[in-house]
């Protein structure tokens, strides 16, 4: 199957506001989501003991702010044109129809809620004995370069392969002097990080066919260029950056159906 649209989660099935029934998903596994090192050293907003990330919904307030979730579960408001929040993309599916890796990978999680891989997107920074080896062999020359790169917003990631692993080489856009990475590194400004590319793992809620990233993928892209968000959100930045660069950065154009069953 192909994957024809990415979006955001609302506030109403994130949270089960306004009549509009929570989502089994969240309320089985919680809204709070983890980020990845990569949309870290974007300028996702986070908490540093657990990684906890605040994340933009396709929610929009009467006075035309984004709302996003926090990393302690409280909504929030942004300015449109900030890149310091989180991108948790989701997609629905057809009823009994999975793109043919998510498929081959689910398992169940929790009741009522399943757990697959699918598609490719750099997420975890590498030991610093791995990244000082790969480093090395950047500056040398010796590393593979693959014809796909990786787009953030206006921002190019090379993607490099060594032994059967591909990676992007990264520098934090965020000011920041207490960043500690997941290997236990305190990031500083002008320091070369090595993001290893991996399956995206899944939630997946059977009931409303919906899926929804685990984690936070990805940040420093704006809601929109404006102050202001647009009405509806089909018109902001975000919507078009998911469906035309982190769409295409995740699939790779994976177009197979395979029949999943209940």
Same mark, same amino acid.
Request: proline residues 5%; hydrophobic residues 35%; glycine residues 4%.
């Given at each position: 199957?192909?994957?024809? %649209? ?17 989502? %089994? ?6 809204? @709070? ?20 990330? $605040? ?20 909504? /929030?408001?942004?300015?449109? $044109? ?6 948790? !993309? ?48 950047? @500056?040398? @020359?010796? #590393?593979? %370069? ?45 320091? !070369?990080? +090595? ?6 793992? +899944?939630?997946?809620?059977? *009931? ?18 404006? /102050? *202001?968000?647009? #009405?509806?959100?089909?018109?902001? +930045? ?25």
């Amino acid at each position: 199957m192909e994957i024809n %649209e990415l979006t955001l989660p609302n506030i109403n099935e994130i949270k089960g506001f306004n009549g509009v029934a929570q989502l %089994e998903l969240f309320k089985r596994y919680g809204i @709070q989501a983890k980020a990845t090192d990569f949309a870290r050293i974007l300028g996702v907003t986070t908490e540093n003991e657990f990684h906890y990330g $605040c994340y933009f919904t396709s929610s929009i307030s009467d006075s035309k702010e984004p709302l996003a979730i926090s990393y302690d579960e409280k909504i /929030m408001c942004y300015v449109a $044109c900030a890149r310091y929040g989180g991108i948790r !993309p989701q997609f629905k599916y057809s009823k009994n129809q999975l793109p043919k890796d998510l498929f081959e990978s689910v398992k169940p999680y929790t009741d009522q809620v399943y757990l697959g891989t699918y598609g490719n997107y750099p997420q975890e920074v590498i030991s610093l004995k791995d990244s000082q080896c790969l480093e090395e062999r950047y @500056q040398n @020359q010796k #590393l593979e %370069e693959m014809p796909f790169n990786y787009i953030v917003d206006k921002a190019t990631f090379k993607t490099y392969q060594y032994k059967d692993s591909k990676y992007v080489r990264a520098f934090t856009t965020w000011p920041t002097t207490d960043l500690i990475l997941s290997n236990g590194v305190k990031v500083k400004r002008d320091m !070369p990080i +090595w993001i290893k590319v991996s399956p995206v793992r +899944w939630l997946i809620d059977q *009931n409303t066919q919906t899926a929804i990233s685990e984690k936070i993928l990805v940040s420093g892209v704006p809601y929109d260029r404006n /102050m *202001n968000a647009q #009405l509806p959100f089909e018109k902001n +930045w975000i919507y078009a950056y998911i469906n035309r660069c982190l769409l295409r950065d995740l699939t790779k154009g994976d177009t197979n159906v395979k029949t999943y069953q209940k």
